[in-house]
């Protein structure tokens, strides 16, 4: 049974940082492919990066150039570090792998 549990969320000023952590178990982690995605208060969830099983990344425009998807096969995690936070970034965090979804970690940004 696959486990995705994230992890790092919070609340942080405008502007701050946060480095977000997804631990996965019950799968063969290195081959997959893994995005994180985010549900804004009040609205849908939406594709924020993923990482290819090579370490490709892509990224949603408004994350681009602030945020960075990484991940270790060592340690069966993907991390999402998230600079210049914006109000806008504001919302539950969650991890993907195949079409197993986490339960998610809150991030606010607000001052």
């Known amino acids: 049974q696959v486990q995705l549990v994230e992890s790092g969320g919070g609340l942080v000023q405008p502007g701050g940082s946060l480095r977000l952590s997804c631990a996965a178990s019950?799968?063969?982690?290195?081959?997959?492919?893994v995005a994180w995605y985010r549900q804004p208060p009040g609205k849908q969830r939406e594709f924020v990066a993923r990482?290819?099983?090579?370490?490709?990344?892509n990224y949603e425009d408004s994350v681009k150039g602030r945020f960075t998807i990484s991940r270790d096969n060592g340690k069966n995690a993907v991390y999402l570090q998230m600079n210049s936070l914006k109000p806008e970034d504001t919302g539950v965090y969650y991890c993907?792998?195949?079409?197993?979804w986490g339960k998610g970690t809150l991030v606010t940004v607000s001052s």
């Open positions: 993907k792998i195949d079409s197993d």
């Open positions: 019950g799968i063969v982690f290195g081959i997959f492919p």
């Open positions: 990482i290819s099983g090579g370490s490709n990344t």
